[in-house]
């Protein structure tokens, strides 16, 4: 099953044999909509989190991935590429759903048997076993749908009431 509403972030920890490796990319901490006077400078965040972690990941693991990250693979539909549709597609339900409308920070954990990242946003969280289970309508974005198809494991901080989306990948 690649979508787990019931693995915590300890346990996938221990999983991917972290140590001490640990980054965040923080997008967007304010607890309000992020505002449009802003645009460029949140942008410019978005897109160096998305590509900081992209840049982490080929460092380390370039050499044992199937394929590069590389967030243009999402644009050019190399489904192959997870990383990049993770990024993208759980970072677009975040701007497009989250109460704030913006995410607000990129998690990434290095292990030595795999990878953890993550997507955080403030405000409220959602139900995420509710919107798989019914594809509700108001959440139209396609990440779930990647979510059910995707090879990694997917999981989320508290699956009644989510505000952390994790994407797992072990070696």
């Not at 006077?37 to 693991?61: Q, T, V």
């Not at 995707?150 to 999981?155: E, G, N, R, V």
């Amino acid at each position: 099953m690649v979508l787990d509403f019931n693995k915590k972030l300890a346990e996938a920890l221990k999983d991917i044999a972290y140590t001490t490796e640990c980054h965040t990319f923080v997008v967007h901490e304010h607890e309000k909509e992020w505002d449009k006077s802003d645009e460029e400078g949140f942008i410019e965040r978005y897109g160096a989190a998305k590509w900081g972690i992209i840049e982490k990941l080929n460092a380390k693991y370039g050499d044992v991935l199937l394929r590069k990250a590389d967030l243009y693979n999402w644009f050019y539909h190399i489904e192959e590429d997870e990383v990049a549709y993770f990024l993208s597609e759980a970072g677009s339900n975040c701007m497009n759903y989250s109460e704030f409308k913006a995410p607000y920070q990129f998690w990434l954990w290095l292990g030595e048997k795999g990878f953890i990242m993550g997507i955080e946003q403030r405000g409220r969280g959602f139900c995420a076993i509710e919107i798989d289970q019914k594809g509700m309508k108001e959440n139209e974005g396609a990440a779930f749908e990647f979510y059910r198809r995707c090879s990694s494991l997917i999981f989320f901080d508290d699956a009644r009431c989510a505000k952390t989306v994790y994407f797992e990948v072990k070696f």
